[in-house]
């Protein structure tokens, strides 16, 4: 009779051929493989990290990871070989594959298989894959801000907005200006850095040309990008890089010439400017007066200013030919000013100088007609009374 050893009921080929195919005994624990994570998000720069473990009694062999499947599979980690960015959370660990992925780049992105395998005869082979875990690499783009002038710019020549956003990953970034919601034409908008990197920022100029009208007016910059579920804006409003300057206009009350004594009232308008801030002041004959009645400031439809002052005086000997001049000071800027003479319909005549008749003034008294008819014709008299005396006495002779 052969021999046998009896080993839990079985023989010894029988307990040898169960060890070779690692086929577990009596209260063993089935070998499993987990992957917990089936979706995680991540933004450029972050740390990934990427959950695996197993259980039971694993055949002997190596646990790597992978990313994506098919011909495109990438090895992402494995004990031998050099991943410089790739770390075990836990080294040494026989039950714990946990990885972390430092300094996270857009082209992360995709499905992380963690795979086990098993020693044989021919090398490792592959006996058992996790779930998959999808990685989502997305930024978080900034707010974008957009900066005007450094400082008021009048209606005419182009001015400079800019539109600056940071954040965004991949690069297809697009960049729209709008004024009151009508596009505007811009150049293309420049991603930095131009380089490849984790995350990059956006710049874009446009050039607009500002009117009177745009007191009111909002220029608005629209970005889109393939990680946003609505476009980011910034809004810009005109009014803080415009300035309109005053339209300057001196009225007289009456209209000049003025009979003397007579009070005369001026009139200055100061029309049409942007923004608000304005002083009118008035001098006479280049001296500033603390006189003058200035009317509450009005706003115009458009959004512009108009501010008016009055000043009344009286028309005097001393004040014919005075120059009045009204004077505006807008926005800090260079002093504008508008003036008029008063001119008096009958002056005095000039201090050492008397009138000795009626004639009006710069008339010569010899340039009279009637005057020198009447010496011609006491003349004729005179020597027709000579005549007529000397005949006379010529008879009597």
Excluded at 136 to 145: D, E, G, H, L
Aim: aromatic share 8%; net charge neutral; hydrophobic share 35%.
């Amino acid at each position: 009779m052969a021999p046998s050893t009896p080993v839990s009921g079985l023989s010894l080929p029988c307990l040898v051929l169960l060890l070779l195919l690692e086929i577990p005994g009596a209260g063993a624990e089935e070998f499993q493989l987990l992957q917990p994570q089936g979706a995680v998000s991540v933004s450029p720069g972050e740390t990934l990290t990427l959950i695996c473990s197993v259980t039971g009694l694993p055949p002997v062999g190596p646990v790597k990871w992978f990313k994506d499947s098919g011909s495109g599979r990438q090895l992402v980690y494995a004990d031998v070989g050099s991943f410089p960015r790739v770390t075990r959370a836990v080294s040494d660990s026989d039950t714990d594959f946990t990885i972390r992925i430092s300094d996270t780049r857009p082209e992360d992105a995709g499905i992380y298989h963690c795979v086990k395998f098993r020693m044989g005869w021919g090398g490792a082979e592959e006996i058992r894959s996790g779930a998959g875990t999808d990685v989502f690499v997305s930024a978080r783009p900034s707010a974008p801000s957009v900066s005007g002038p450094p400082s008021r710019a009048e209606p005419g020549p182009p001015v400079t907005f800019t539109c600056t956003s940071g954040g965004f990953s991949p690069t297809d970034i697009t960049v729209t200006w709008l004024k009151n919601g009508a596009k505007l034409p811009a150049p293309q908008p420049r991603v930095l850095p131009a380089n490849e990197s984790v995350s990059y920022s956006v710049s874009s100029t446009v050039g607009v040309s500002l009117t009177a009208g745009d007191t009111r007016s909002q220029l608005t910059c629209q970005i889109e990008h393939s990680t946003l579920p609505a476009p980011l804006r910034a809004t810009y409003n005109l009014s803080d890089a415009l300035r309109v300057p005053p339209r300057l206009r001196v009225d007289t009350a009456p209209a000049a010439p003025v009979a003397l004594n007579e009070s005369v009232t001026f009139t200055c308008r100061a029309e049409g400017f942007y923004p608000k801030d304005a002083r009118l002041t008035w001098l006479e004959n280049g001296n500033e007066m603390n006189l003058g009645k200035s009317s509450p400031l009005a706003e115009n439809p458009d959004g512009t200013y108009t501010l008016q002052s009055s000043l009344e005086v009286k028309a005097t000997e001393q004040r014919n030919q005075s120059v009045f001049t009204c004077r505006v000071v807008h926005d800090s800027q260079p002093p504008v000013s508008a003036s008029v003479t008063l001119r008096l319909s009958q002056p005095s005549p000039e201090p050492g100088k008397h009138a000795t008749s009626s004639t009006p003034a710069g008339q010569s008294l010899f340039s009279s007609p009637a005057l020198w008819i009447g010496l011609f014709l006491e003349k004729v008299l005179t020597a027709a009374f000579l005549l007529f005396l000397f005949l006379f006495l010529r008879s009597k002779q």
